[in-house]
């Protein structure tokens, strides 16, 4: 039998709406207590930005254009290691079904081999026990189906059903699972969009959106139109505000899929309508696309199309420039240097201290706020160099910025810094003169040499390394690595540079968090002062970073 673009489209959109639905669930299962960018979140995100895309496609796309629309979304709006991965795992369908317009079940198989293939060969060190795991065994279990089922709700089903066992075995494999009593949270994810998949190919109905409980609000209707478009503020993403009236045509279809279209191309869409015509307010870079999109729906006379940058002409182009992680498009602009660096960074003071260090621009993101691949790219392409450097400063940020080097109009090189200090190192070892080897070989000893402590609060109950932790309590952690547990951030703070000051330690650098006031601060440093002051340079600088109340540095 084969499968129509319609099935695969409806199968992704299921695939998405599934792990929305359940990313607390999959959040829930992370080992690490520290507050973090959590996997079902950032598989959420990462699905939820092609479903947008997939929801614009009309039932006679081909299996080969929905893999290709699901493929390119995910590759832009992946975020957090588990989201590069489920987006290359996805990338295999477009792959498999180039030029297809139906596939079989063959060609689905091969599609899951291709994806594996590519996420082990993305990770440096991968890790058995985890999506990837799940995802090979279920991979080997479709291509021997494949020889033997040509019935595709039989196929899939025995698929999922070697896809759940395995997860099962996955703390077997990994001793921190074991300890936490959990399975691994990438592997349940995978286990639950396939099954959602599965949903449709067995020819029942994708699985629905649950929306979230939220407060409710007024409708936007033809009367409050101008009210609502009135009422946008804020950074200049898109350059056109475009607004146009239609006058509907018979039997159009839905608004609904005209807005799901305009918000893949854009934001600040308002689609409001009444029996006769449908306005439409949006910002966006291609106001053509959405003006021919919006002639499906009917007529329509003189849109209205205003530049937004030449209206904001007295407020200049600044030097550097912060890509917030709600962009979804960028301005590209043209190398005037020959070298330039964009940095990861959360809270005022640290931004500051990367553009006073160098950086073109920031991208806001870190613990909790994993920026996707397209953030990263607009500011790849907002960095007017010919070669951009970036610092991720967070393990989590790295293959979403690794992903962004394919995509960007420049040569770009991703340092692997996984911390504030060793972003900033990286940054201040940065020698112009020499050749790029050079360059980039300096720069990655320099952030090597650097010893990070971190100090937070546990984010949920749970036992680690043998330890109890309750939620709240202070975590004090050693290069990423939980060191200990206490009920004082000063205390713990102390603690924890007494640990990682050495015989040849020359400098402490602590940058202080938001949730930290100054005379806190001054009493932290008074005590360092005490200890180190005779021997060692001390820093305490505000940097006003969400989640850790110290970040420290030991040089």
Same mark, same amino acid.
């Given at each position: ?213 939220? *407060?409710?609000?007024?409708? =936007? %209707? ?5 009210? /609502?478009?009135? @009422?946008?503020?804020? +950074?200049?993403? $898109? ?76 407020? *200049?182009?600044?030097?550097? =420039? %912060? ?5 979804? /498009?960028?301005? @590209?602009?043209?190398? +005037?240097?020959? $070298? ?216």
């Amino acid at each position: 039998m084969t499968i129509s673009g319609k099935v695969i489209r409806d199968a992704f959109i299921s695939a998405a709406n599934c792990i929305a639905n359940n990313k607390k669930e999959i959040d829930s299962l992370n080992v690490f207590p520290v507050p973090d960018g959590d996997t079902g979140t950032n598989m959420s995100m990462t699905l939820g930005s092609a479903k947008t895309e997939l929801l614009t496609l009309g039932d006679g796309v081909t299996a080969a254009e929905a893999a290709k629309v699901m493929s390119g979304a995910l590759l832009r709006g992946a975020r957090g290691n588990s989201g590069v991965i489920t987006s290359i795992l996805f990338k295999g369908y477009d792959k498999a079904f180039k030029g297809l317009t139906e596939v079989t079940v063959a060609d689905l198989a091969r599609a899951m081999e291709l994806g594996v293939e590519r996420a082990y060969k993305a990770v440096m060190k991968p890790t058995e026990g985890t999506i990837l795991t799940v995802a090979r065994l279920s991979s080997e279990r479709a291509k021997e189906l494949a020889e033997k089922c040509d019935d595709l709700g039989e196929f899939w089903d025995g698929v999922c059903d070697v896809a759940e066992r395995v997860l099962e075995t996955t703390p077997d494999l990994l001793p921190t699972l074991k300890k936490a009593g959990v399975v691994d949270a990438g592997g349940q994810g995978f286990c639950m969009y396939m099954r959602a998949m599965g949903e449709v190919f067995h020819g029942r109905e994708p699985v629905k959106f649950i929306e979230p409980e939220q *407060k409710p609000s007024e409708p =936007v %209707t033809i009367e409050t139109y101008a009210s /609502a478009v009135g @009422s946008f503020e804020g +950074e200049i993403t $898109y350059t056109y505000c475009t607004e146009f009236v239609i006058k509907k045509a018979q039997g159009c279809e839905s608004s609904l899929k005209l807005r799901a279209y305009l918000e893949s191309i854009g934001d600040c869409v308002v689609v409001v309508e009444d029996d006769e015509i449908i306005k439409v307010h949006v910002h966006t870079n291609n106001p053509g696309k959405a003006i021919e999109k919006g002639l499906e729906f009917g007529s329509m006379n003189l849109p209205k199309i205003e530049n937004m940058r030449y209206q904001h002409e007295a407020a *200049k182009k600044p030097d550097k =420039v %912060t890509v917030s992680s709600s962009n979804k /498009a960028y301005v @590209s602009v043209q190398p +005037e240097k020959p $070298y330039g660096f964009v940095a990861v960074a959360a809270g005022k003071g640290i931004e500051e201290m990367f553009r006073d260090a160098g950086a073109d621009c920031i991208v806001k993101g870190g613990q909790t706020m994993n920026p996707s691949t397209q953030d990263i790219l607009a500011a790849i392409q907002s960095t007017p160099a010919e070669t951009v450097f970036v610092l991720p400063n967070n393990k989590n940020i790295i293959m979403a910025a690794e992903q962004a080097v394919k995509l960007a109009d420049r040569k770009v090189c991703v340092l692997q810094t996984r911390t504030i200090p060793q972003g900033l190192s990286a940054l201040l070892a940065f020698d112009p003169d020499s050749d790029f080897n050079t360059m980039r070989s300096g720069m990655t000893e320099a952030f090597e040499r650097v010893s990070t402590g971190q100090v937070t609060f546990a984010a949920r109950d749970s036992e680690f390394d043998g330890q109890q932790i309750k939620n709240g309590e202070i975590l004090a952690l050693d290069n990423g690595k939980l060191s200990f547990v206490d009920t004082d951030i000063n205390k713990a703070a102390y603690r924890l540079i007494k640990r990682m000051v050495g015989g040849d330690s020359e400098f402490i650098t602590v940058i202080v968090g938001e949730d930290i006031d100054d005379r806190t601060a001054s009493a932290l440093k008074e005590r360092l002062d005490e200890k180190f002051g005779s021997r060692m340079d001390i820093n305490v600088i505000r940097g006003d970073q969400p989640v850790y109340y110290y970040i420290v540095s030991v040089e």
